[in-house]
């Protein structure tokens, strides 16, 4: 189950924000960027590793996530969606995830396990552009897809504002990291596996 099954009924609720956008002249690829800079801030944020950080990284993190739908849906609005502004908005939405999760590495203090964290993300998102270059389309499928890791840091994010003590061998965000090692991975495999059986 991902919440990337529910874009068509976020882009119902994007029309004010969309509207909003073209009407102050921002192209989409202004705000693709505007939204890395909301994950950049994120990750800063959470590596401060303090109540008050946590609680605005995961603001930021909500605010990266919804302002990457808005620069999609304002491409389609404006009639100017091209495959270099897709370039574009994969690349740093490859590079938020990294810093974002660099940043909760540093708050729990082990890069090892922000090392297997983010080579699972990054083989899941991996995953589904190669599948969409071998001609199957875009791939979304799997156990935890990016609309999913963002809420589910920015739902740690704020927990970790209240209770940032260690429950057992680690804190919050530790067992969020652990969460993504592993089934970072398993989705990536579960993607690979799905398209494999397509393709053969």
């Known amino acids: 189950m991902t919440l990337d099954q529910y874009r068509d009924t976020a882009d119902r609720l994007l029309v004010p924000f969309v509207s909003a956008a073209d009407s102050v002249g921002l192209s989409p690829n202004g705000v693709s960027v505007i939204a890395f800079g909301f994950a950049v801030a994120a990750g800063g944020a959470f590596a401060l590793a303090e109540p008050m950080w946590y609680a605005l990284g995961a603001v930021f993190v909500f605010i990266n996530g919804w302002l990457d739908l808005v620069d999609g849906a304002l491409a389609r609005e404006q009639g100017v969606s091209s495959k270099a502004g897709d370039l574009l ?3 740093l939405d490859r590079y938020a995830d990294i810093v974002i999760l660099v940043g909760l590495s540093a708050a729990s203090g082990s890069f090892v396990l922000g090392l297997a964290a983010v080579t699972g993300v990054l083989m899941t998102s991996y995953l589904g552009t190669q599948i969409q270059a071998v001609g199957l389309g875009r791939a979304y499928g799997g156990l935890v897809g990016r609309a999913d890791r963002l809420a589910l840091i920015g739902l740690v994010g704020a927990a970790s504002a209240v209770y940032p003590a260690a429950i057992g061998a680690f804190t919050l965000v530790g067992w969020l990291l652990v969460f993504f090692a592993i089934i970072g991975h ?9 398209a494999w059986s397509d393709l053969t």
């Open 89 to 91: 908005d994969h690349v």
């Open 186 to 194: 398993f989705t990536a495999l579960q993607r690979f596996w799905g």
